[in-house]
């Protein structure tokens, strides 16, 4: 427990750092660097870290998406008006372009190497790239689209929610949700998560509408949010969870002592920063997360 605290107090150090420079270079490079680190982790569970033709294709894939979020045109990340007629955003064809083509470059191997990888492995491998990659590449897009709060925000529907989740559970925690995946979680702690997750979405905008750091926020909306990225978030964490059971494995790695590594620590992460992108980006400049316009058009 002391190692895992430790470990904690560090990591929010370095993310309190890479998020009061995150208007520069440095937040969508420490995506880039985590989502990488991922696919690695991924590699080890699936066996294939010395095939090389497979990952050097993977790990570009896996840095160079999130880091073109600060280099690319991202406003608007679904489609921009132009002239009366709507054009893709350079991000979004850049990410679609991105995601074929590596998937093509995928196939391609399996063919070539006839089968020396089962194809079943592959497509899991591929999958699971561009599920972890499209997370972190959320994260950097949030902070350059929405600003510095609603990148936070990301944290909140997670951290927060598996925070007291655990702690919830185990004060109260009685009936199992998922034992068959996670035996410690119950029904207790989820519910807690969710419910703690909503008041600390609704604290937070309250707190960044009464110091002016924001327009008026609309608590209701907030408490909602964050209630449903809680779920979110729990979906991921149980995801990766079952991901190790499969494959019989205890951690993705120990790049953080007492918490793993990248996608023990970050799972609940990359499957909340899509979905509130998506919220984000559908919501538009009339109603908002934070109740001020967060994104660019």
């Known amino acids: 427990m002391k190692q895992r605290v430790i470990t904690g107090a560090v990591l929010t150090v370095i993310l309190v750092a890479a998020f009061a420079l995150s208007n520069t270079v440095v937040f969508p490079l420490l995506c880039a660097l985590l989502s990488a680190v991922g696919i690695y982790e991924l590699a080890g569970l699936f066996g294939i870290r010395r095939n090389y033709a497979l990952m050097l294709p993977a ?90 709060y609603l990148a936070i925000f990301a944290f909140i529907g997670s951290w927060i929610s598996d925070t007291f989740a655990y702690f ?42 009464h110091f002016d750091l924001i327009g008026e926020a609309n608590i209701l909306w907030l408490a909602l949010a964050g209630a449903i990225l809680s779920l979110a978030s729990q979906v991921g964490d149980l995801t990766a969870s079952l991901l190790k059971r499969e494959y019989d494995l205890k951690d993705y790695g120990a790049l953080f002592p007492g918490h793993g590594g990248v996608l023990d620590r970050f799972d609940s992460v990359i499957a909340v920063a899509p979905l509130l992108l998506l919220f984000a980006t559908l919501l538009g400049t009339d109603v908002s997360l934070l109740g001020a316009n967060i994104l660019w058009f």
């Open 59 to 148: 790990y570009v894939f896996s840095f160079a998406l999130p880091l073109l979020s600060h280099l690319l045109d991202s406003r608007a990340f679904l489609l921009l008006p132009e002239q009366g007629a709507i054009r893709p955003s350079a991000y979004l064809t850049v990410l679609i372009t991105s995601v074929v083509l590596f998937a093509f470059v995928t196939f391609v191997y399996s063919i070539l190497t006839g089968g020396r990888v089962r194809f079943s492995v592959v497509l899991s491998f591929l999958l699971m790239t561009v599920y972890v990659t499209l997370g972190f590449s959320s994260l950097a897009l949030l902070r350059r689209m929405g600003g510095l």
């Open 168 to 209: 919830t559970g185990r004060a109260i925690g009685r009936h199992k949700l998922c034992p068959a995946v996670s035996p410690k979680k119950t029904v207790e702690g989820s519910v807690g998560g969710v419910v703690f997750s909503a008041l600390v979405a609704a604290l937070f905008g309250f707190i960044l509408s």
